[in-house]
């Protein structure tokens, strides 16, 4: 083999490994940032919620004509808004105390592999936590918050699905 022949199989083989590391970058970053995307959404979804709910306990409290809802009053308030809420999410829960209050879509979660270990229910979160995890055959996200009506800490979890982005194992944001 002639030494040209020799020096444009290497220069061919270095060419193509830029290519392909050059793609491998292009999808992993779109990658990110389509879950980027899924996560801002999600939270703003979630936040959009919790404006929500406390909106409508306000309304509630002044429809009432009282200083402070009740906590039954407060509790059937919830049932009625998340059964009633026309939101993204495929998951609503509302829990108080670690104790579920209301529910909905919850049968998503069946077998479910998630750890949600560093949110505990009387944890101070702010600006909300998120973790992606698998449940059956699809990819979820779950967004977390405290939420305060009427002088009471509730914690909001909602989740979404991202099976369009298509995650092959979970992973943690």
């Known amino acids: 083999m002639k030494l040209w022949q020799k020096i444009s199989l290497i220069a061919l083989v270095f060419v193509t490994l830029a290519v392909q590391l050059t793609q491998f970058y292009i999808l992993d970053s779109h990658f990110r940032s389509a879950i980027a995307r899924e996560v801002n959404s999600a939270a703003s979804a979630h936040s959009a919620l919790a404006a929500s709910l406390s909106n409508h306990a306000a309304y509630e409290r002044l429809k009432a004509n009282t200083l402070f809802l009740s906590t039954d009053q407060l509790t059937d308030m919830l049932k009625d808004t998340i059964t ?20 909905v879509g ?6 479910a592999s998630y750890d949600l270990a560093s949110v505990k229910p009387n944890d101070a979160i702010t600006d909300g936590k998120t973790v992606i995890f698998d449940a059956g055959e699809k990819t979820y996200l779950m967004v977390v918050s405290i939420i305060k009506l009427e002088a009471m800490s509730y914690e909001l979890r909602t989740v979404y699905d991202l099976s369009l982005i298509h995650i092959s194992e979970p992973t943690r944001l």
Not at 93 to 103: F, L, N, R, S
């Open 84 to 103: 009633t809420d026309i939101s993204t999410a495929d998951v609503i829960e509302v829990k108080k105390g670690g104790k579920t209050i209301t529910a």
């Open 106 to 111: 919850t049968e998503v979660l069946d077998g």
